[in-house]
């Protein structure tokens, strides 16, 4: 079992910026995969950005650029970095954790960009 705890959501202005946190424990392993969801009100739940051992980086478009994903101080923690948000980045922001086809959520965080 792992458990993921995520930190960093809020409040903030179109433009602004957050980064988000999320540390997993319990039976974690090495190597692993680690990132970001987000769901919106309305819509499915999609990736942000995910990042596997050592450093291998993927990102969805309208992250690229403005997004960046990072590991912490160990291999099962990890950082995001949000800069330039817009309104429609304005979501529920899950952490997910993936060993070897167990898979594991956090309770998210919420995002909420003001115009």
């Known amino acids: 079992q792992v458990q993921l705890v995520e930190s960093g959501g809020g409040l903030v202005q179109a433009g602004g910026s957050l980064r988000l946190f999320c540390a997993a424990s319990?039976?974690?392993?090495?190597?692993?995969?680690m990132g970001w969801y987000r769901q919106a009100p309305g819509k499915e739940r999609e990736l942000v950005a995910s990042?596997?051992?050592?450093?291998?980086?993927t990102y969805a478009d309208s992250a690229k650029g403005r997004f960046t994903i990072s590991r912490a101080n160990t291999v099962n923690a990890i950082y995001l970095q949000m800069n330039s948000l817009r309104p429609e980045d304005t979501a529920i922001y899950y952490c997910?954790?993936?060993?070897?086809?167990?898979?594991?959520w956090g309770q998210g965080t919420q995002v909420t960009v003001s115009s």
């Open positions: 990042i596997s051992t050592p450093a291998s980086t």
């Open positions: 319990g039976t974690t392993t090495r190597i692993n995969t």
């Open positions: 997910r954790y993936f060993k070897f086809g167990d898979v594991y």
